[in-house]
Structures are given as C-alpha cells and as structure tokens.
C-alpha cells in the first residue's frame, strides 16, 4: 500500500526535523507504541501493541534512519515481527520545507506490507488500517510540535503566571 500526504506544521524546520529523530516523541507519536530506544546512527528499536480487526499482537521491530540531507529529507524504513500475527514492514521517504509564515511543510511518501495472518484479513481492512495509523501519527506529530511551539510563546509573552480557579476565586 502507498501512501502520500503532507502536513502543515506551525513549527520551524529545524524543531519538525530535530523532532522525527527523537525516539521519545516517536513512542508518543507511534499508535500503541510502548519503547522506542536507540539512535539516529545506531537505528531505532520499538515495541508496538496494535489490534487489526480479530489479529492483536505486539510487535517488536528495527527502524533505520536513512537518505538523511541534513534539515530537508530523510527515509524511515522499519519491520517489525508479530510473532503468529505475522510481520509488517515501511519505507517512508519525508521532506522539509520551509513555510512563509515561519511554519514547515512536512511531505511523506510512505510503502507498508503486511505478511502473515494479518495479509489474510484482505487488503481493504489492512489498507484501511494503514492509513488510520499513517493519519494518527502525523496528527499526534504535529499536535505535539503545535503545543510545544504554543507554549514556548505563551512563556515568552506572559508578564505575569496565570491563576488557576481557586486563585482567581481568592484573587
């Protein structure tokens, strides 16, 4: 299965790129991601709970960092083992480029295979089920560089700390 979309991120390059090679914000990105350990030169390694129609299973699996132009594009190529579930492997090329609002377009290509049990269930469950996850990772990605970007600025602009309800009820 393909897929290719892109984000609007209102966040700088630099913090996006720096983001998608930390492993603690790809475990909280990650659907049903438990670990993510190692380094951008090392490869990572992850362990993943996820339940795809009547076939739930945990995956443990390998992702390299490859293709890296420092600040513009890298791939992202992963498998992981299911155990009987069967096994699950993407590629997924991403690119960087700057907004005019200081913000950054993240683009994503990405391939994913299924084998095993979970090729059984059909390729409109599993493609279904690519793409559910594809969107949930992306959107937590962006969601958490959005925050991180709203509350650097919040921290910058306030003069004063904001009260909490007893303290403006008592203030």
């Not at 990572?44 to 996820?50: K, R």
């Not at 443990?60 to 492997?89: H, N, Y």
């Not at 290509?109 to 409109?124: F, T, Y």
């Amino acid at each position: 299965m393909n897929l290719a979309d892109n984000r609007n991120i209102a966040a700088s390059r630099t913090a996006v790129w720096a983001a998608i090679l930390d492993p603690e914000v790809l475990r909280t990105c990650i659907p049903g991601c438990k670990e993510v350990t190692g380094t951008v030169d090392d490869g990572f390694e992850a362990v993943v709970v996820q339940k795809v129609g009547p076939v739930k299973a945990t995956f443990k699996g390998q992702v390299e960092v490859s293709d890296i132009i420092q600040g513009e594009s890298l791939t992202l190529t992963g498998q992981g083992k299911g155990g009987p579930a069967g096994f699950a492997k993407a590629a997924a090329k991403l690119r960087f480029l700057d907004t005019d609002d200081g913000g950054t377009v993240l683009y994503y290509d990405m391939d994913a295979k299924v084998g095993g049990k979970l090729a059984q269930l059909g390729s409109r469950i599993i493609d279904g089920f690519t793409k559910k996850l594809a969107d949930q990772f992306f959107e937590r990605f962006q969601e958490r560089l959005e925050d991180q970007t709203d509350a650097d600025d919040t921290e910058e602009n306030d003069e004063k700390p904001k009260k909490g309800w007893i303290g403006r009820l008592l203030g």
